[in-house]
């Protein structure tokens, strides 16, 4: 077993949100990110971020997408959520044929990722990841 001594988990008091969550209840899902201090009160010297989430159904069920949304408020951020989430779809979309191209042809990539479900890439935005090319989960 690893020395977990060595591991920081220690909080970045300067870099807070809270998140707030807005829906439709039909083509998906806002969370907002607002910024927030250490006592808990709004900062707003950083702007709120917002985040996209979707789902897209495959064949051993629906796999869950985030990715940013563009927007200096919350009706921008409803207004591109559409173009977000198709674009984040068309990437997911992207990878799963190049990861089934792999498999079919018996490739093995460095770097593609070993585990999971058949070395599908993680991420999401707990490591400060954006809406780029990787599948992310919330």
Not at 32 to 44: A, F, K, N
Not at 63 to 88: D, H, Q, R
Not at 98 to 110: C, F, K, N, T, W
Request: charged share 20%.
């Amino acid at each position: 077993m690893a020395d977990m001594s060595s591991i920081d988990v220690s909080m970045d008091a300067n870099n807070l949100y809270r998140e707030e969550i807005v829906t439709d209840r039909q083509a998906g899902t806002l969370r907002m990110m607002v910024p927030i201090t250490s006592l808990g009160t709004p900062d707003p010297a950083r702007a709120t971020l917002y985040v996209g989430e979707a789902q897209l159904m495959t064949q051993v069920g629906p796999l869950p997408i985030s990715f940013e949304v563009e927007g200096k408020t919350l009706s921008e951020a409803i207004a591109n959520y559409g173009t977000a989430a198709k674009g984040a779809i068309e990437r997911t979309v992207a990878e799963l044929q190049e990861m089934r191209r792999q498999a079919a042809s018996g490739l093995i990539v460095p770097g593609a990722g070993g585990a999971g479900m058949g070395g599908m890439p993680g991420g999401g935005f707990a490591a400060g990841g954006r809406g780029g090319g990787k599948i992310q989960m919330p």
